[in-house]
C-alpha cells in the first residue's frame, strides 16, 4: 500500500521554529515532486512548498522567506522547515507527491501557533 506519514506537528509558540517529516513507503512509491499544502479553517488548501527531482522549489507568497522545503536522494523523504511561526501558520499541513500512479497525499497534521 502506497502511503505518506507525516510527523512533527503540534503546539507551537510564535516566533517558534517547526520541521515536518513526510515519509512515503509501500512497494510502489515513486515521486517526481513532493511538497506541502495547508488549510486553515474557512480558506481554501495553500501551497507551502514543493520541491522537484531536480531540486528546484517553489514556495507559496504567504511563507517565501520563512520556509524550506528538502528531499532526501531517493524522493521517499520530505521535510518542511518553518521559521518565524505566526498565528497565521496555525493549520492542517498535508504532504504530497506526485507519483506515476496519481497524487498522493498524507492524512494531514495540525499545527497550532499560540502562545
Known amino acids: 500500500q502506497v502511503q505518506l506519514v507525516e510527523s512533527g506537528g503540534g503546539s507551537v509558540q510564535p516566533g517558534g521554529s517547526l520541521r515536518l517529516s513526510c515519509v512515503g513507503s509501500g512497494s510502489h512509491f515513486s515521486a517526481r515532486a513532493m511538497g506541502w499544502y495547508r488549510q486553515s479553517p474557512g480558506k481554501e488548501r495553500e501551497l507551502v512548498g514543493i520541491i522537484v527531482v531536480n531540486g528546484q522549489t517553489v514556495y507559496g507568497d504567504s511563507v517565501k522567506g520563512r520556509a524550506t522545503v528538502s528531499r532526501d536522494k531517493a524522493m521517499k523523504t520530505a521535510y518542511l522547515q518553518l521559521n518565524n511561526l505566526k498565528p497565521e501558520d496555525t493549520a492542517v499541513y498535508y504532504c504530497?507527491?506526485?507519483?506515476?500512479?496519481?497524487?498522493?497525499w498524507g492524512q494531514g497534521t495540525l499545527v497550532t501557533v499560540s502562545s
Open positions: 504530497n507527491a506526485k507519483s506515476p500512479y496519481g497524487d498522493i
